[in-house]
Structures are given as C-alpha cells and as structure tokens.
C-alpha cells in the first residue's frame, strides 16, 4: 500500500513568511510524528499525535511551530515568521496504535525540505 | 535524561570487512532500541528492532543492559550497505523515538 506521504516536497521561503507542512500518514495509522533533520542538530523529536490530540509537543522549539491533525488522517505542522536557523528537512512518521507498555514502528515519509532566505 | 550516542560520524571499511557502529544510550527506564538507516536520496526506514532478534541483510544488534549498547554489526560489507545508520531509542509510554546523531557507512571496493 501506499507509504507516509508529504507536501511539498521541497519549499522556499522568505524570513518572517508562515509556511505550512503537511503529512498524510499511512491508512490506519493512528500515531503520527514530525521529526526534523538538520544539519547541526541531527534528527529531533517535534510532536507526536494520537488520533486528533497531541500528547506529547515537548519537542516544539519556539512557539512559532504549531500542528494539528484532523480526521485522525492528515496532519499540518505550521511555523509562523520563519528565521534562517527552521532551515531543515521536516519528516512526519506514522504507526499503529501506540500501545502503553509498547513501541510501534514508525514509517517515514520522504520529508520536506525547507529552505528560509 | 535520556541519551543517545554514535561515537563515530564516519565508518569506512573495504567490501568483505566487518563492521561494526557503535551505539550507547542512557535511560533509567526499560528501553526499546531501534536501528534506522537511510539510504542515498530514500527516506528513512527501519533495519531492525531488539525485541525481534531478527537479522536483517545480515547486520545482527545485541541488546547489552550491562553495557548500555547496541552495537550494529555486519561480518561481510557489501557496498550496498553503504547508507546514514541511526540508532534510536523509545521507552514504555513515550510515542516518541530519541535519536543518535548518525554514522555514515561508506563501504569501497
């Protein structure tokens, strides 16, 4: 079937414009996380969903980034007044239920990468 | 807190050699360990997880408690292998994966 995909695939912008990411994750998957992938920061944690609520946004890094989820399907993460240094690749992930006690793995979509002028 | 260390940003080893990357973690809790890799220009995807024990184009990863590692291994490079390896960490109730900064495997002929 059809894997966790995201829009746009790559995107340009100027400092201080809004920019909205979006992820569809794989059929099924209730759990949906962004991650970002940067070149001085490696791969960080931003939000987790599960369903349309977000218990977890400790990894959000100003309150410039934003995210929701409707429908339980599709996500957007939001980062409002870009600067220079939210230049990265934004992944989403997707996965199962996550079930307490246990880890369900995470499918990667192909991420999108941002560039802030 | 909860860590995740790749001592190695860059392994190269010659077709047919062992190789081996290293991954230590610091977590008071039990720990689920992962190793993702990503191939040139392909997203992200999983290699192998501990709890399933399997061995995955041939790279095998013991979970060592004592030692706080999970260490990637492979006897025989192929050049194929040649991809960013992540080594990852989760704990029961997180959601999230906790990363390692990553170490490119490049494998010559």
């Known amino acids: 079937g059809a894997g966790v995909s995201q829009s746009p695939s790559n995107k340009v912008t100027e400092k201080g414009k809004d920019v909205e990411l979006r992820c569809d994750p794989i059929?099924?998957?209730?759990?949906l996380y962004w991650y970002r992938q940067s070149l001085g920061q490696g791969l960080e944690f931003l939000i987790y969903f599960q369903g349309n609520s977000a218990p977890d946004k400790s990894g959000l890094p100003s309150d410039r980034f934003s995210a929701e989820r409707t429908g339980g399907s599709v996500s957007t993460l939001t980062i409002q007044r870009t600067q220079q240094e939210d230049s990265a690749v934004y992944l989403c992930?997707?996965?199962?239920?996550?079930?307490?006690?246990?880890?369900?793995?995470?499918?990667f979509g192909p991420g999108t990468r941002l560039l802030v002028l | 807190a909860q860590r995740v260390t790749q001592p190695e940003k860059l392994l190269s080893v010659f077709k047919g050699a062992p190789v081996e990357l290293k991954c230590n973690y610091s977590y008071s809790g039990s720990p689920e360990l992962f190793w993702y890799v990503q191939y040139s220009r392909q997203r992200l995807q999983l290699l192998l997880r501990h709890i399933s024990r399997e061995s995955i184009k041939g790279f095998t990863a013991d979970l060592n408690k004592g030692e706080t590692s999970f260490h990637l291994k492979k006897p025989f490079a192929q050049e194929e292998d040649s991809a960013m390896y992540y080594c990852?960490?989760?704990?029961?109730?997180?959601?999230?994966?906790?990363f390692g900064a990553g170490t490119q495997v490049v494998v010559t002929p």
């Open positions: 992930a997707s996965s199962f239920q996550h079930q307490r006690g246990g880890v369900e793995t995470q499918y």
């Open positions: 990852a960490l989760s704990g029961a109730g997180w959601g999230k994966l906790q």
């Open positions: 059929s099924g998957h209730t759990a």
